[in-house]
């Protein structure tokens, strides 16, 4: 293939539809796209645990005994933990599956305990809320509900992509849905870490 042709050509046609000539180790538009939402959401959570940080820090130096009071850590936040890990396990379940019918039921469940993380969540936000512990209270409150209210948001982003992939049988499109909720574990994991390290 020519240089020129190769600056024309479509990277974003599906690989049934490009020259079978093309090398094979190309990756696909889809986890190029992946790959780079990745980039930016690891970007973005980066910043605000910088800035969960430095806002923790500066409460320190300052001496302000009331105005930084961590949140406490109810059972439940553990119990949606799991709920995550299993959701995780479940999808790499699915994208392992050799059997179409057993990829199907795998990646129904993996949705399904994403569904009911969600739920867990609005429920800890609840139990929170009647404990007395608002948003407003103080700033390490804001924080936990901006960083647990942008993870909610990637997991709905994460139902749509489930349910887009359970509508169709295409093990490229599971694969990367498989992926992109290891990555939410992953972000799930690294929350955690950060709001209970104080």
Known sequence: ???????????????????????????????VG???YFAVAM?????????YYMR????????????????PDPPLLWINSAILVASSLAWEMARRSSAEGRAARASLAGAALGLCFLVGQWLLWRHYQMAGYYLSSNPANAFFYLLTALHGLHIVGGLVAAGWVLTESNPAHLRLCAIYWHFLLFLWILIAALLLST
């Open 34 to 36: 992946l790959t780079v």
């Open 56 to 71: 923790m820090g500066l409460h320190a130096a300052m001496g302000h005994a009331d105005d930084w009071v961590s949140m």
């Open 1 to 31: 293939m020519t240089i020129l042709a190769r600056l024309a050509e479509r990277s974003w046609e599906p690989a049934s539809d490009r020259d079978p000539r093309e090398p094979e180790g190309r990756p696909s538009a889809g986890s």
């Open 43 to 51: 970007v973005m959570f980066s910043l605000l645990g910088a800035a």
